[in-house]
């Protein structure tokens, strides 16, 4: 397949790379001026954990456009949630008829979201990755599995392509019969997070600090009441920060899912962008439902 990716962000980068060396021609479409900035390789340190662990390392020469050609299999985009919008009345002209795999955080409903993309041109899904970029070094890694949305009436042929590409490079997927509510309740999850690193200055200085979790269970619980308000079905990951009192979660995820050494604490730790967006969001949301959401809400004000 010939595919071309939305950005050469860190989740795009990392999936190029492993597409490219399953057998396919991969490619990137930057904003202008972009290309020279970036230059025509990347250099990398992450580990790839679709079989075992293994660290990549090696200066990786990548194709960059500044214009979109039709001449592609799929186009993916994994942008900043916030950049969504414009990516999508972008590709609405740019892309023409070809498919788009978007792999990304949401938290509108998804018909918005995208607009004025068509619904019947977009396949929905999420990574299972992480990391930063920061003087031209990739550092992160991605695991074995992707999460990707069972099909729609209309989008049957597009979710066996995404499928198959993905498999073609020894994913796993992980079907999701609700992709709304699963992206509602891992948006939920990412402002929890946000509010403690606006908090603690950075993700891996949250990676320091047992009672960090403590306050994300605390958040989440504060953000039960907006997700329900929203029609949303809670995931087990909700339910796992919510129901486990606060001072179980700092050595459970320290510990354990966090544990030092982990691929989970790495891509945490490389993780440089900025927090913010996704705590707003959601009180914004909050204070539409008349739902108060204080510690949120005391998180935005002490940045």
């Given at each position: 397949?010939?595919?071309?990716?939305?950005?050469?962000g860190?989740?795009?980068?990392?999936?190029?790379?492993?597409?490219?060396?399953?057998?396919?021609?991969?490619?990137?479409?930057?904003?202008?001026?972009?290309?020279?900035?970036?230059?025509?390789?990347?250099?990398?340190?992450?580990?790839?954990?679709?079989?075992?662990k293994?660290?990549?390392?090696?200066?990786?020469?990548?194709?960059?456009?500044?214009?979109?050609?039709?001449?592609?299999?799929?186009?993916?985009?994994?942008?900043?949630?916030?950049?969504?919008?414009?990516?999508?009345?972008?590709?609405?002209?740019?892309?023409?008829?070809?498919?788009?795999?978007v792999?990304?955080?949401?938290?509108?409903d998804?018909?918005?979201?995208?607009?004025?993309?068509?619904?019947?041109?977009?396949?929905?899904?999420?990574?299972?990755a992480?990391?930063?970029?920061?003087?031209?070094?990739?550092?992160?890694g991605?695991?074995?599995?992707?999460?990707?949305?069972?099909?729609?009436?209309?989008?049957?042929?597009?979710?066996?392509?995404?499928?198959?590409?993905?498999?073609?490079?020894h994913?796993?997927?992980?079907?999701?019969?609700?992709?709304?509510?699963?992206?509602?309740?891992?948006?939920?999850?990412?402002?929890?997070?946000?509010?403690?690193?606006?908090?603690?200055?950075?993700?891996?200085?949250?990676?320091?600090?047992?009672?960090?979790?403590?306050?994300?269970?605390?958040?989440?619980?504060?953000?039960?009441?907006?997700?329900?308000?929203?029609g949303?079905?809670?995931?087990?990951?909700?339910?796992?920060?919510t129901?486990i009192?606060?001072?179980?979660?700092?050595?459970?995820?320290?510990?354990?899912?966090?544990?030092?050494?982990?691929?989970?604490?790495?891509?945490?730790?490389?993780?440089?962008?900025?927090?913010?967006?996704?705590?707003?969001?959601?009180?914004?949301?909050?204070?539409?439902?008349?739902?108060?959401v204080?510690?949120?809400?005391?998180?935005?004000?002490?940045?």
């Amino acid at each position: 397949m010939k595919i071309l990716f939305f950005g050469r962000g860190v989740i795009s980068t990392q999936y190029a790379w492993a597409f490219e060396q399953a057998g396919h021609t991969v490619e990137f479409y930057v904003r202008k001026g972009r290309k020279e900035t970036f230059g025509s390789h990347i250099e990398l340190d992450m580990w790839d954990a679709r079989s075992g662990k293994k660290r990549i390392t090696e200066s990786w020469n990548v194709t960059l456009h500044e214009e979109i050609l039709p001449q592609y299999d799929l186009i993916i985009v994994s942008v900043n949630t916030e950049q969504l919008p414009a990516a999508a009345q972008f590709l609405s002209t740019a892309a023409g008829n070809t498919p788009i795999l978007v792999f990304n955080n949401i938290w509108q409903d998804l018909k918005s979201a995208i607009a004025p993309l068509s619904m019947n041109q977009v396949v929905f899904g999420f990574p299972g990755a992480g990391g930063g970029i920061a003087n031209n070094t990739l550092r992160g890694g991605f695991l074995k599995m992707v999460f990707l949305e069972n099909p729609r009436a209309g989008t049957e042929q597009m979710n066996h392509k995404v499928k198959a590409l993905f498999e073609s490079a020894h994913f796993k997927i992980n079907w999701s019969k609700d992709m709304q509510s699963w992206l509602w309740n891992h948006f939920a999850m990412n402002a929890a997070m946000e509010a403690e690193v606006l908090q603690r200055g950075s993700f891996a200085a949250l990676m320091n600090h047992t009672d960090s979790f403590a306050n994300v269970g605390r958040s989440m619980r504060e953000m039960m009441p907006v997700l329900k308000a929203r029609g949303a079905k809670m995931d087990a990951i909700t339910l796992l920060l919510t129901k486990i009192p606060p001072a179980l979660l700092g050595p459970l995820f320290t510990k354990v899912i966090f544990a030092k050494g982990s691929l989970a604490r790495l891509f945490m730790e490389y993780n440089n962008s900025k927090a913010g967006f996704a705590v707003l969001e959601v009180v914004r949301e909050a204070k539409k439902a008349g739902i108060p959401v204080p510690r949120l809400t005391m998180a935005l004000g002490n940045t």
